[in-house]
């Protein structure tokens, strides 16, 4: 079992800015998902990305999907106070267990 | 969407001591997932729950520890046993959006745990 590995493990920054984090996995996927928790509550689903697309937008979300590097990144464009949160990469090992990333702790400041 | 919610929110315990857990969703799911994660950390899997037969568990998980219930489509209970402040947790419960592999899912808002 294995988990993926996100970088940078924190990151600050000013409202307004963009944030980027990424994901790196060893495994062979047939998709993506990142995920959003607020202070040690549940998980949100943020977006998926398949295997075949490279690029997806949702919203001021932008996820990449390099499938040769085993890598994805999320892009918040715009960052708000309400985008402090941590931010977690997921895929799919095996037929049906979910496995996490590391995450990222995001901290938008005023 | 589902919506999952979970009892009790948080709890404060004695080491030796157990603690269930519910989790009740509000349509019916074939599976459930129950996830640990420790402070700071990511989720970690710990069992699969299908009504009408045995958790599935995973490696380092074990049924003694950590008994599962199913008793219908909607509802699910997790037991922390014997808890030492090492099971000091967030404990989540988790479903599948529509069942299908790949799929995402959802998640409960989670029990904190602080073991004494």
């Known amino acids: 079992s294995q988990q993926g590995e996100e970088d940078p493990q924190a990151l600050s920054i000013q409202e307004g800015e963009n944030a980027t984090m990424n994901c790196s996995y060893k495994t062979s996927i047939n998709n993506l998902q990142w995920y959003r928790q607020n202070s040690g509550r549940g998980l949100v689903h943020l977006i998926l990305?398949?295997?075949?697309?490279r690029e997806k937008h949702s919203g001021r979300l932008r996820v990449t999907l390099d499938t040769s590097k085993k890598s994805s990144s999320l892009l918040i464009t715009a960052s708000r106070a309400a985008d402090t949160a941590s931010y977690f990469c997921?895929?799919?090992?095996?037929?049906?267990?979910?496995?996490f990333g590391q995450g990222t702790r995001l901290t938008i400041n005023p | 969407s589902a919506v999952i919610s979970q009892k009790p929110s948080r709890d404060i315990c004695q080491r030796g001591t157990s603690l269930t857990i519910q989790c009740q969703v509000d349509s019916q799911v074939t599976m459930m997932f129950w996830y640990r994660q420790q402070p700071g950390q990511s989720l970690t899997l710990i069992a699969t729950?299908?009504?009408?037969?045995?958790?599935?568990?995973e490696s380092g998980f074990v049924i003694d520890k950590f008994p599962i219930s199913r008793p219908n489509l909607t509802f699910s209970t997790l037991t922390v046993s014997n808890m030492s402040p090492e099971d000091s947790s967030i404990y989540l419960c988790?479903?599948?959006?529509?069942?299908?592999?790949?799929?995402?899912?959802?998640f409960g808002p989670g029990t904190r745990l602080l073991v004494l």
């Open positions: 990305i398949r295997s075949n697309e």
């Open positions: 997921a895929f799919r090992e095996g037929a049906q267990k979910l496995v």
């Open positions: 729950a299908n009504q009408g037969s045995e958790a599935t568990y």
């Open positions: 988790s479903v599948p959006r529509t069942g299908g592999v790949g799929e995402t899912q959802y």
